[in-house]
């Protein structure tokens, strides 16, 4: 347990002086949130109803971006350098290694989620009940596994630029296609039909449902699940293939 929680220790001091980390899923989310919700006209009847929405629909964006590039970049990076072979001749098992990714990672997601809900209240005095605040924040912790999974996918490839050229095309398709950047509602009925289909606009829809006061919906948690269990199978596969070649 000591070992997982220094390996932890050391995976967030990483992640925090990590340019990307501070870019993507920091300052590009409450850029936009201003932008969206201060600067561009968007229609809305009910600005407080959008401030707390977007504000939802940002920090998806954020968990998400640090899932899929983040995590999936360095662990590519980390292989290209020879850290994860000079790590095999050392006393840290590959369980503890990893584990402390994970571990380090959803403490730095809840982190960004205190930072972006806090620019919410500063920039739009977003407020909302209690019950709201910590279920949405849950949600978002538990729904980011699906994108952590597709992380570890990313992190199979052997170069780094190949890696982030991909993650950073799925990472934007992903946002823009599930409803985090504009609502489904808007786009051209045949997008509408792939958006309601990717695990982007699950893992959005049930923050918005939680902060309308209702329960995430099952077809979100199910799919979710279902995406979950699809990228550790693939993530799985192809490092089984990596160490038999």
Same mark, same amino acid.
């Given at each position: 347990m000591l070992m997982l929680l220094a390996q932890s220790r050391v995976e967030m001091l990483r992640m925090s002086r990590n340019v990307y980390f501070i870019f993507w899923s920091l300052m590009m989310p409450v850029a936009f949130y201003f932008l969206y919700t201060r600067i561009f006209t968007t229609g809305t009847t009910d600005s407080e109803q959008w401030n707390a929405h977007y504000l939802m629909s940002m920090t998806c964006f954020s968990i998400m971006g640090s899932s899929i590039m983040t995590l999936g970049i360095r662990l590519v990076q980390e292989r290209a350098q020879g850290w994860v072979a000079y790590l095999q001749v050392t006393p840290l098992p590959y369980s503890i290694y990893f584990g402390g990714k994970m571990v380090g990672q959803?403490?730095?997601? =809840? $982190?960004? !989620? #205190?930072?972006? $809900?806090?620019?919410? $209240?500063? #920039?739009?005095?977003?407020? =909302?009940?209690?019950?709201?605040?910590?279920?949405?924040?849950?949600? !978002?912790? +538990? &729904?980011?596994?699906?994108?952590? +999974?597709?992380?570890?996918? #990313?992190?199979? $490839?052997?170069?780094?630029?190949?890696?982030?050229?991909?993650?950073?095309? =799925?990472? @934007?398709?992903?946002?823009?296609? &599930?409803?985090?950047?504009?609502? @489904?509602?808007i786009m051209p009925s045949w997008l509408r039909q792939i958006g309601n289909w990717l695990p982007s606009h699950s893992f959005g829809n049930g923050a918005w449902v939680i902060i309308a006061g209702g329960v995430p919906a099952l077809r979100d948690i199910l799919l979710l699940a279902a995406y979950l269990v699809g990228f550790m199978l693939l993530s799985t596969y192809i490092r089984n293939k990596q160490r038999e070649a």
């Amino acid at each position: 347990m000591l070992m997982l929680l220094a390996q932890s220790r050391v995976e967030m001091l990483r992640m925090s002086r990590n340019v990307y980390f501070i870019f993507w899923s920091l300052m590009m989310p409450v850029a936009f949130y201003f932008l969206y919700t201060r600067i561009f006209t968007t229609g809305t009847t009910d600005s407080e109803q959008w401030n707390a929405h977007y504000l939802m629909s940002m920090t998806c964006f954020s968990i998400m971006g640090s899932s899929i590039m983040t995590l999936g970049i360095r662990l590519v990076q980390e292989r290209a350098q020879g850290w994860v072979a000079y790590l095999q001749v050392t006393p840290l098992p590959y369980s503890i290694y990893f584990g402390g990714k994970m571990v380090g990672q959803t403490i730095m997601h =809840l $982190f960004s !989620i #205190i930072v972006i $809900f806090t620019a919410g $209240f500063l #920039i739009n005095g977003v407020s =909302l009940p209690p019950a709201q605040w910590i279920g949405s924040a849950l949600w !978002i912790l +538990a &729904g980011s596994l699906p994108f952590l +999974a597709l992380g570890t996918c #990313i992190g199979t $490839f052997r170069r780094v630029d190949t890696a982030s050229g991909l993650s950073n095309a =799925l990472y @934007l398709s992903l946002a823009l296609l &599930g409803g985090m950047w504009m609502p @489904l509602d808007i786009m051209p009925s045949w997008l509408r039909q792939i958006g309601n289909w990717l695990p982007s606009h699950s893992f959005g829809n049930g923050a918005w449902v939680i902060i309308a006061g209702g329960v995430p919906a099952l077809r979100d948690i199910l799919l979710l699940a279902a995406y979950l269990v699809g990228f550790m199978l693939l993530s799985t596969y192809i490092r089984n293939k990596q160490r038999e070649a």
